[in-house]
């Protein structure tokens, strides 16, 4: 990744950071340098699918692993490869394409709609964390400059290691989940800027800046968004892959999109400026077009791997020399700044109305350093704002940072879980008795239902897992429990042994099949009206025992059909027959498809046949004299 004309390369040990040519003209690779050999790729590889595979095993993050194998492999470790710089030359490409693809779901709308998490909390907390931070610097004898950089690299974390890490605990959705994502959106947002004018504030440009004057260098970056949005989006990019879409050829499109990228990051990098703010342009660009979705699909092999390289290489190039020499040092400087970011992302959260479990929790995803601190870093290295031991100090900081955050938030969650969880997520006590109805699941499918049986005056007993959404919904007057309804424990509690109608309107499909088998199995005399999502879904619940199973978006579809026929000049008698047939046809479809969903072959026939017999039928009818 370059920025101010600079191709960016991360301290290795024992060699000088400044050391590089001072910032006059570009920096690259010498013409005879050996790229990457196959036997240095085996390396990475193995080192790769080894210890991913033993940290998933452990449960812990995939990130990890990969900079795990980086320590081992690196210069520091089995030393197996020793020049960090040929490896980071191509993992770099792995942060240009995840700028690229955090451009792409940057739609106008979803970014309004995520307004005040975005640029209300996500820019409290860069602003709090490197004031705090960044006076902390200066109050330990930094530059003012230097102080404002080495806070503002500490405040950003790592938006692929957050955002897995979340994922793989089943937390993005959750209240801490939806604040870290939007504070990380605005922190890749905030770093493109900063990376934009970090040599003009290099001591080297008080005069006379690498590309001439400040304002030339403001002047380029002016002129390469323009190019990029009005010449490359508009003229250029979306016409061209208009043209590679009518191919037809899946690998040429994959190509198409690896040059858009590889195309804008140049025209960045060849104006002085940085790559990843080139690439992060073009996905903005496309973020709104119809190839969108085929972007992000094609790219993401390509980004995964590539970032699983970048991890590799910030192990590698970690400088463990230092934590040998300067362990206080080292030890002293990741758990303040740690500190620091937890504590003052988890008040934030507080101020913000987060709840207690809410605010430690966000609290604890972010606390680490990100990916972007080791190129803001270097860069600042190179541009003489920072000196070769700090930033090599903070390099390591970082790195060691990034280990233990995933590791104190699994520690977090696990304490969390043992000692405060039974406390506060105890369920509601149900007192109510012979209700009737019985409705798991009060979103939205269950809610209407709820609101007809209540101007029937018919009582009911809703349930709902959800502890946020349960406290939104009594708001307006609802009577709904919060409590998990595949708990034999409280299904008993509400009365399901008395009750004659279950409904089961659970939104996620994996606790309304268990909820479906255990109602089932217990309460047999039960009535059991399901929700289900789809096609699967209904099967599963038909294995379950469940007969009156409703397709989520199926009525409302037969629903719309009908007012299209309608709104064409078909008489409304005729379209109500129609739907008929067409409702009976679909549910004996859906019966004969459930006899052999196990035979993929048999299955693919039967969807064929009544196809054929729908057509047949319509076709029939359309014989008939009027």
Same mark, same amino acid.
């Given at each position: 990744? @370059? ?12 060699? =000088? ?57 690196? *210069?520091? @470790? ?37 307004? %005040?998490?975005?640029?209300?909390? @996500? ?20 530059? *003012? ?57 290099? *001591? ?43 191919? %037809? ?20 990098n060849q104006a002085g400026l940085s790559m990843s703010l080139g690439a992060f342009l073009a996905? $903005? ?6 190839? %969108? ?53 988890? $008040? ?7 709840? @207690? ?17 080791? $190129? ?5 290295? %190179? #541009? ?44 509601? =006590? ?16 269950? #809610? ?10 018919? *009582? ?28 034999? =424990? ?12 279950? $409904? ?123």
């Amino acid at each position: 990744m @370059g920025t101010g004309g600079a191709k960016l390369k991360y301290a290795h040990p024992g060699r =000088d950071s400044c050391q590089n040519p001072p910032t006059g003209r570009r920096l690259s690779w010498p013409s005879d340098a050996p790229m990457i050999s196959l036997t240095q790729t085996a390396i990475l590889l193995a080192a790769a699918v080894i210890a991913v595979s033993l940290f998933r095993l452990l449960r812990l993050s995939s990130i990890l692993g990969y900079v795990a194998a980086g320590l081992v492999i690196g *210069p520091w @470790g089995l030393g197996l490869i020793g020049d960090v710089g040929h490896v980071m030359q191509v993992a770099e490409f792995g942060v240009v394409l995840l700028l690229f693809i955090i451009g792409l779901e940057l739609q106008p709308t979803r970014l309004w709609v995520m307004r %005040r998490l975005v640029f209300g909390m @996500g820019a409290a907390q860069v602003a709090l964390c490197t004031a705090l931070l960044g006076g902390a610097g200066w109050l330990i004898g930094l530059p *003012p400059t230097a102080a404002f950089i080495v806070g503002f690299g500490l405040s950003l974390s790592s938006t692929p290691l957050v955002l897995q890490v979340l994922a793989e605990r089943g937390q993005l959705k959750t209240q801490h989940g939806r604040s870290a994502f939007g504070i990380l959106l605005f922190q890749d947002l905030a770093v493109l800027p900063v990376l934009a004018v970090l040599p003009l504030i290099s *001591p080297l440009s008080t005069t006379q800046s690498p590309g001439g004057p400040w304002w030339v260098n403001l002047f380029k970056l002016l002129v390469v968004i323009a190019v990029v949005i009005i010449g490359g989006g508009r003229l250029l990019l979306r016409p061209a892959l208009r043209i590679v879409a009518r191919v %037809r050829v899946a690998e040429v499109f994959t190509a198409a999109a690896l040059l858009t990228v590889i195309a804008t990051a140049l025209l960045a990098n060849q104006a002085g400026l940085s790559m990843s703010l080139g690439a992060f342009l073009a996905g $903005v660009l496309l973020a709104d077009s119809e190839f %969108r979705h085929e972007l992000e699909a094609d790219l993401e092999p390509f980004k995964g791997l590539l970032l699983g390289l970048f991890f590799i290489a910030v192990g590698m190039s970690a400088n463990l020399g230092l934590l040998i020499s300067q362990p206080l040092t080292v030890i002293g400087l990741t758990a303040g700044f740690f500190a620091i970011k937890l504590i003052a992302v988890a $008040v934030l959260a507080r101020v913000t109305q987060h709840g @207690g479990q809410a605010a430690w929790r966000l609290g604890f995803s972010l606390p680490a350093g990100g990916e972007f601190a080791f $190129v803001l870093f270097t860069l600042a290295a %190179r #541009q003489h704002i920072l000196d070769s031991q700090t930033s090599d100090l903070l390099i390591l900081a970082v790195t060691l940072s990034m280990m233990l955050g995933p590791l104190l938030l699994m520690l977090h969650e696990t304490l969390l879980t043992r000692w405060r969880a039974p406390a506060e997520q105890r369920y509601d =006590d149900i007192r109510e008795r012979d209700i009737p109805v019985i409705i798991a699941g009060f979103g939205r499918f269950g #809610q209407i239902v709820g609101r007809i049986l209540r101007v029937k005056r018919i *009582p009911f007993t809703a349930l709902d897992s959800n502890q946020t959404h349960v406290d939104f919904v009594r708001k307006f007057g609802n009577k709904v429990y919060y409590g998990d309804a595949s708990r034999l =424990d409280l299904l008993r509690a509400a009365g399901a042994e008395t009750a004659k109608i279950f $409904v089961l309107a659970i939104d996620d499909v994996e606790p309304s099949n268990r909820t479906a088998q255990l109602v089932r199995a217990q309460f047999p005399h039960l009535k059991v009206f399901a929700r289900a999502r789809n096609r699967q879904h209904a099967f599963a619940l038909m294995d379950a025992g469940v007969r009156n199973i409703i397709r989520e978006t199926y009525a409302s579809s037969l629903e719309m059909a009908a007012s299209v026929l309608e709104a064409l000049g078909t008489a409304p008698a005729a379209v109500r027959d129609i739907v008929r047939k067409f409702r009976q046809h679909d549910e004996a479809t859906l019966a004969a498809q459930y006899e052999v969903k196990e035979d993929e072959t048999k299955f693919a026939a039967a969807a064929r046949e009544a196809a054929q017999q729908l057509e047949k039928l319509f076709e029939a009818d359309e014989g008939k004299p009027g």
